[in-house]
């Protein structure tokens, strides 16, 4: 059937080749970070300088050891760098281990790309605050400042249809019908688009699609344990699409998430995010660092970050000290906190014990006195706001306490927003990756990372306003390219739609309305990826695709379908470029006009299954599954 010839461009998609530049910046990201990451840094880096030297940044590397500079730049055959790579060197790096040709001519190459000076690229300007009147005009100054400095051509601007398709997949959750793209297609054009956005950011279906997304980045994939129907039932769902319906500040959604207290109506829900966690403190704390601070702090459990200088051991134990006085009360969803104990100490490399203070990542450390030596607490019912209630609130709450430092006075809460939803607005954060916003990870644009945060953060968090200003940005708007740099965002870069997209267009393609749970779960459990860092399709996804009853039934013609419809037309042309409005929400070209309707008229025996199987392979292709 048409639906196997097609269905193999899905895996096309998974590749992610993207051009990249040969500038030094460039090089060092894509190519020598990971080498130096897997074979350098354990012995030159932030927990260890053997001779002096670090490899963990550029800086650092042209720096040099002890002994003096090891990078002659742009010079790789005078560089003791490069020469100790070689297979026979005295001394020879790494020690016991030879690295692979392929690895060694990167390392040739990236210090053949080096100027005298350390700089890193466009990430390496010092920041420089200016004033615009707007986002959209931000973006676009700044990114295409960034376009001249790369010697980035950008692509063209999308057409209207286009254009029309991917806002609606963005801020709706699903493919415009027909109709929906004619109405805007005949607004008037100086004001078609702005109109459009604000629509869809006061409908319903935005508040859904964002609830959706951000109970992913918060909680993970529920699993086919049952655990997305309880975050429905535990109203969680309710609380997070809530928060976007009435565009409440994102610092009172996070610091309602923390606090975890249904103490106002608009906060019941919110005690999901800890009670799911079941009093798993380390995994409570490893779930908030992303979200207040825009990084993952894992790795600093044993010993401080390896490779992020700035993250210390006592970062990650000062937040699982945050929310050790919980307790999960069963039959409640709700977490109690008892106004005494949680005074853990952590081991550093060294084998010395230190107290798990709460430190935040801004260098702001939470005031509290701790019993000294043997000094035992007592807990008493002066303690708490409400000593006979089953949840209990102490009068000092450290959890509370931390909720107001992250959420009020901590400058990398409105950074974490603005650069995760930039990734999920374009498909890569201007740090990448977007929840690993650290020393490692520079940003790409970092005036824009700045000027977007510092006015989130000014606006009252206001996530509406982010949302709105980078969709109606010409940066936005681009055509699709992999010609370009993704970093550069010259270009609209590919991403996949997530399940919940797919399954309400393929509703709205099938020409029914786009809700229907059993089905948005069905391909979730199927295509659970969002913003994967690497586009890795799998062979069960692929049988999915090709064999899901579920959407047999949507491709199946019956009353006013448009499988039904397209068998009704009476020329085959006509059913073909039906087929492809419905889907693609475009016509065809003359190739796949002439060989979809040679498929169709193969069939014409037999014009409900031909009809069937052929939005059956639009619906499974490549150009429908990614965003236009």
């Known amino acids: 059937m048409l639906r196997r010839i097609v269905l193999p461009f899905l895996f096309s998609l998974t590749v992610g080749h993207f051009a990249h530049g040969t500038d030094a910046a460039t090089l060092w990201s894509t190519k020598i970070q990971p080498i130096f990451d897997v074979n350098c840094v354990k012995c030159h880096g932030p927990l260890d300088q053997k001779s002096g030297l670090e490899l963990d940044t550029p800086q650092a590397a042209l720096k040099g050891s002890e002994d003096g500079p090891v990078i002659v730049p742009g010079k790789p055959e005078e560089s003791a760098l490069w020469q100790n790579l070689a297979a026979k060197a005295d001394p020879h790096m790494p020690p016991k281990k030879q690295l692979s040709e392929a690895d060694r ?130 109203g969680w769902w309710d609380f997070l699409e809530a928060s976007f319906r009435t565009n409440r500040p994102w610092n009172e959604t996070v610091h309602a998430i923390i606090t975890g207290r249904a103490d106002q109506p608009e906060n019941k829900g919110s005690s999901w995010f800890l009670f799911e966690r079941k009093d798993d403190f380390q995994r409570i704390a490893e779930a908030v660092a992303p979200v207040v601070y825009g990084t993952k702090i894992d790795c600093a459990q044993c010993h401080d970050h390896p490779l992020a200088r700035e993250i210390k051991q006592g970062h990650y134990w000062g937040l699982v000290t945050a929310f050790n006085r919980g307790k999960n009360i069963e039959g409640t969803n709700s977490v109690s906190e008892s106004a005494i104990g949680g005074y853990p100490n952590f081991t550093n490399l060294k084998k010395e014990s230190q107290p798990a203070a709460v430190m935040l990542l801004t260098g702001r450390t939470l005031a509290e006195n701790w019993p000294a030596g043997d000094q035992k607490e007592t807990d008493s019912d002066d303690k708490y706001v409400d000593a006979k209630a089953k949840v209990r609130v102490p009068k000092y709450s450290r959890r509370e306490a931390f909720a107001d430092a992250a959420t009020n006075d901590n400058p990398l809460l409105a950074r974490a927003f603005v650069n995760r939803m930039w990734a999920a607005l374009t498909g890569r954060g201007i740090v990448n990756p977007a929840d690993e916003m650290n020393g490692r990870n520079v940003p790409s644009h970092p005036e824009l990372l700045d000027w977007l945060a510092q006015d989130f953060a000014a606006n009252h968090y206001d996530t509406r306003r982010v949302i709105r200003g980078i ?157 236009p």
Not at 154 to 176: E, F, H, Q
Not at 210 to 230: A, P, T
Not at 507 to 527: E, I, N, Q, S
Not at 588 to 607: C, H, W, Y
């Open 105 to 234: 001519n990167a390392v040739r190459e990236w210090i053949a790309a080096l100027t005298t000076a350390p700089a890193v690229g466009v990430a390496a300007k010092s920041k420089v605050e200016r004033h615009f009147e707007s986002i959209p005009q931000a973006v676009d100054t700044l990114i295409s400042e960034g376009w001249q400095e790369r010697n980035v051509q950008p692509a063209p601007a999308a057409d209207d249809r286009t254009w029309c398709r991917r806002v609606y997949l963005d801020l709706a959750g699903r493919i415009p019908t027909q109709a929906e793209v004619d109405e805007f297609l005949n607004a008037p054009a100086d004001s078609k688009r702005a109109a459009l956005v604000d629509r869809l950011l006061e409908s319903k279906e935005y508040a859904t699609h964002m609830r959706e997304l951000w109970d992913v980045f918060l909680m993970g994939r529920g699993k086919r344990d049952g655990s997305e129907n309880r975050r429905k039932q535990a």
């Open 471 to 627: 969709v109606l940005s010409r940066v936005y708007g681009l055509q699709l390219s992999t010609a370009t740099p993704p970093e550069a965002f010259a270009g609209a870069l590919e991403r996949p739609l997530m399940g919940e997209q797919v399954a309400r267009s393929w509703r709205v393609a099938a020409g029914l309305p786009p809700a229907d749970d059993g089905l948005r779960h069905a391909v979730v459990m199927a295509l659970p990826d969002v913003l994967p860092k690497a586009y890795n399709a799998t062979f069960q996804q692929a049988q999915f695709l090709s064999n899901a009853p579920a959407l047999a039934e949507l491709v199946k013609p019956a009353s006013e379908n448009a499988a039904a419809k397209i068998v009704a037309l009476p020329e085959t042309a006509a059913r073909v470029r039906q087929a492809f409005l419905d889907v693609y929400g475009r016509t065809p070209d003359a190739e796949e006009a002439t060989q979809a309707a040679a498929f169709l008229d193969a069939r014409a025996d037999k014009p409900a299954e031909a009809a069937r199987d052929l939005l059956w392979a639009l619906m499974t292709s490549a150009e429908f599954l990614t965003m």
